[in-house]
């Protein structure tokens, strides 16, 4: 059974860095590419950014967080993680991780991402 569980959110000042971080079960890395998403209460979820599989380097972002977040993966932890830089107040969301194209029984908890300016 495939869990994801998202976690490395908090409070932090414009201009500040957080890193998040997904952590797997059920051996997806080789099979799914991972996705960041992000949810303001009101809006629609809304893709953050993207790695590849095990063995596919392939990265992409959304334009909004281009520049300042790199997402990465560590597959012997089974993990992805998602390093945020100048964060901005517009980034302020409960990000979500999940696969590519999102599945709705894979949805966690995500973790609140609150920028103040």
């Known amino acids: 059974q495939v869990q994801l569980v998202e976690s490395g959110g908090g409070l932090v000042q414009s201009g500040g860095s957080l890193r998040l971080s997904c952590a797997a079960t059920?051996?997806?890395?080789?099979?799914?590419?991972i996705c960041w998403y992000r949810q303001v209460p009101g809006k629609q979820r809304e893709f953050v950014a993207v790695?590849?599989?095990?063995?596919?380097?392939?990265?992409d972002y959304a334009d909004s967080v281009k520049g300042r977040f790199t997402i990465s993966r560590d597959s012997a932890k089974t993990t992805v993680y998602l390093q945020m830089s100048s964060l901005k107040s517009e980034d302020t969301a409960v990000y979500y991780c999940?696969?590519?194209?999102?599945?709705?029984?894979?949805w966690g908890q995500g973790t609140q991402v609150t920028v103040s300016s």
């Open positions: 059920g051996n997806i890395f080789n099979r799914f590419a």
């Open positions: 999940n696969v590519l194209p999102p599945r709705e029984d894979y």
């Open positions: 790695i590849g599989s095990d063995g596919d380097d392939y990265t």
